[in-house]
């Protein structure tokens, strides 16, 4: 990308029609920009972008803020599992998974046999600065988003530690952090001896 400032390691850069032949599966907290950087990934990668959060929307007919409202978390959660397992099963993409998908072992067991987990990780005061600028996300209509936020710190990233690579998530421009991300992905498939697809994996 012209955009972006010359690699200090340049040989790492796979090239834009390079995958790893596995879906990508996005990990992290609400506002680590799993949507964000996982759109743009998938354009990277010439792969389709799919949102979990919008498959479940798409699958209840009806916004995840009015599951929680009117089934509530449990009910949430097991829609999450059902449509993210589906879509494991599905052709390789670059999946956003929400925040509290991978804290469910079978999920997470799924993902480890068929797809490469990445957590995108982000310090507490990048994620409340992210998380500020949208307020439809249940667990956060508090007014002390910092404490959830810290609670769910606490409880997840020792389990989001079990993804097969972390990235942090950059302050800035997104396409810096899709670039680590990338070489972090070409690392891990040649070290894996992953075959390595070219083109499009539509
Ligand atoms: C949740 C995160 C949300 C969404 C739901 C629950 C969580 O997704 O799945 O509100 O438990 O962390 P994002 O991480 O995409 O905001």
């Known amino acids: 990308m012209s955009s972006l400032p010359p690699t200090s390691e340049p040989v790492t850069d796979p090239g834009p029609v390079w995958h790893p032949g596995k879906t990508v599966v996005l990990v992290g907290l609400m506002g680590a920009g799993k949507s964000s950087i996982g759109r743009r990934l998938a354009q990277r990668l010439d792969l389709p972008f799919i949102d979990a959060d919008k498959e479940?929307?798409?699958?209840a007919g009806c916004t995840i803020e009015e599951i929680f409202e009117r089934f509530g978390e449990a009910a949430f959660r097991d829609g999450e599992r059902r449509v993210i397992l589906r879509l494991l099963d599905g052709?390789?993409?670059?999946?956003?998974?929400?925040?509290?998908?991978?804290?469910?072992?079978?999920?997470?067991e799924r993902v480890r046999q068929v797809a490469i987990s990445l957590w995108l990780h982000a310090d507490i005061e990048l994620l409340l600065k992210r998380v500020s600028r949208r307020s439809n996300r249940?667990?956060?209509?508090?007014?002390?988003?910092?404490?959830?936020?810290?609670?769910?710190?606490?409880?997840?990233y020792p389990v989001y530690a079990e993804a097969d690579l972390r990235i942090d998530s950059a302050d800035g421009p997104p396409e810096v952090t899709v670039q680590k991300v990338i070489e972090a992905l070409h690392a891990f498939a040649s070290a894996r001896g992953l075959p390595r697809a070219m083109g499009a994996g539509r």
């Open 56 to 59: 479940i929307e798409a699958a």
């Open 91 to 108: 052709p390789v993409h670059v999946l956003a998974t929400g925040g509290g998908a991978f804290m469910d072992p079978l999920i997470r």
């Open 138 to 156: 249940p667990l956060l209509k508090t007014d002390d988003p910092r404490t959830v936020l810290e609670r769910l710190i606490a409880q997840r």
